[in-house]
């Protein structure tokens, strides 16, 4: 798991949408789907639900947006 991961994850969370958040972080879809898809991976958990109309976030998923952004967060405090 690396910060980059935790940032597009973040982001989709946000955004509710691979496309939204691609837009934002001027990243391309399947980069960022990619390193959803290996953050899911390391941690072996869903962590998004993908519908027709976008993503939603798992109830795990929700945990780790919590997570996450309290990370994120420290991480600007040090930058």
């Known amino acids: 798991m690396d910060i980059r991961q935790l940032r597009y994850f973040t982001a989709v969370a946000k955004h509710e949408s691979l496309t939204a958040a691609s837009d934002a972080l001027n ?5 960022i789907g990619q390193q959803i898809r290996k953050l899911e991976d390391y941690l072996g958990l869903k962590l998004l639900i993908r519908h027709s109309r976008g993503m939603r976030l798992t109830p795990v ?19």
Not at 27 to 31: D, L, M, R, Y
Not at 68 to 76: F, I, K, N, P, R
């Open 27 to 31: 990243i391309t879809q399947p980069a």
């Open 61 to 79: 998923g929700k945990i780790l947006l919590r997570h996450a952004e309290d990370v994120l967060v420290s991480v600007e405090r040090i930058e």
